[in-house]
């Protein structure tokens, strides 16, 4: 199992922190342009790639953010065909620059989602958390009411137009769940809200180098055995990328936690990710924002994630990594 991160785009205090616990892979999200838009281009690939390296990380995984996600693709809107011919370029450029695995999911319009970004947890730590009655009555989107049938239609015309350039290019694609795992929201259906989904959507175009982001919050909050999913979907080699959280409740109404304080065993999850012989990427998700940070990134604050990379390492150990 190889101990990654989301690091900023340039050396920062988190690459250091990273680097001096023991982090030995890097996750990014995609380059900018020097107007701040998204490149896919493989000269800023390269000199990312490149950043990582001379710090002493392996590149491992595009992860986009926000405004690079394919929201007109996954929405079937104009500008779907761009979106998918930017995701070929950037697949294309991944492959020629050894970058393994793109991260994906298919949550259109938004992506996760919090109803509070301020929940105190142990200590006073500060958490996220989701309560879905407060979002009953939440405004449509302008993209109005959009239908499941809608989203799997689009999402097979994804697969087939990009698994071909994928399996050329030797780049794993890893679908990450819906976060929450809860339809709809807004109006826009959410599609991929359990294990039977994403062993749904991986199976419409099948492929080797099709398979899953294993969130591990994402999947609790649905109600799903750990272990037991790691096991199934671990035996057909479908697990590509580990996002390591916890959280307690269900996906109405659950809180994010300390990575040993919610509902998941976190231990047989990790001896189970042993058992299937899982060696790829791992990386902290959505830590608590500690006393005196502020709360200016919610999930994704420093100290938390020290206290999270310890209990990770300590786990992986216990379990014979």
């Known amino acids: 199992m190889k101990i990654a991160d989301l690091l900023s785009l340039y050396p920062d205090r988190l690459w250091t922190l990273a680097k001096q616990v023991g982090v030995t892979h890097a996750v990014s999200r995609l380059p900018l342009h020097e107007n701040g838009d998204t490149s896919f281009e493989y000269s800023d690939l390269f000199a990312l790639k490149q950043r990582f390296e001379n710090f002493g990380f392996k590149l491992e995984v595009i992860e986009p953010g926000i405004n690079s996600q394919m929201h007109k693709m996954k929405l079937g809107i104009e500008g779907r065909d761009q979106d998918i011919e930017d995701c070929t370029k950037m697949i294309r450029n991944m492959g020629a620059l050894n970058i393994p695995i793109f991260c994906y999911n298919f949550m259109a319009q938004f ?53 071909p350039i994928a399996e050329e290019a030797k780049v794993k694609l890893a679908l990450h769940p819906d976060d929450p795992p809860i339809s709809p929201i807004k109006g826009i259906s959410r599609i991929i809200t359990s294990a039977a989904a994403l062993k749904k959507a991986i199976d419409l175009v099948p492929s080797k180098y099709s398979g899953v982001t294993f969130c591990q919050g994402t999947l609790s909050t649905a109600g799903e055995n750990i272990p037991e999913e790691i096991e199934e979907l671990g035996r057909q080699n479908k697990i590509f990328f580990v996002h390591f959280r916890d959280v307690r409740g269900t996906a109405e109404n659950f809180s994010e936690t300390f990575h040993d304080d919610g509902q998941t065993d976190m231990f047989g999850a990790m001896k189970m990710y042993k058992k299937m012989g899982y060696d790829g990427p791992v990386r902290i998700d959505h830590v608590p924002t500690m006393g005196g940070e502020k709360n200016l990134d919610p999930g994704y604050g420093e100290d938390g994630r020290l206290y999270a990379w310890g209990y990770l390492k300590g786990l992986m150990e216990g379990a014979g990594y």
């Open 111 to 163: 992506n996760w989602v919090r109803t509070s970004i301020s929940t105190p947890t142990r200590g006073g730590a500060i958490v996220t958390s989701y309560d879905h009655s407060q979002m009953k009555d939440a405004p449509l989107t302008e993209a109005g009411i959009v239908s499941e049938e809608r989203l799997w239609d689009n999402l097979k015309y994804f697969l087939e137009r990009i698994i």
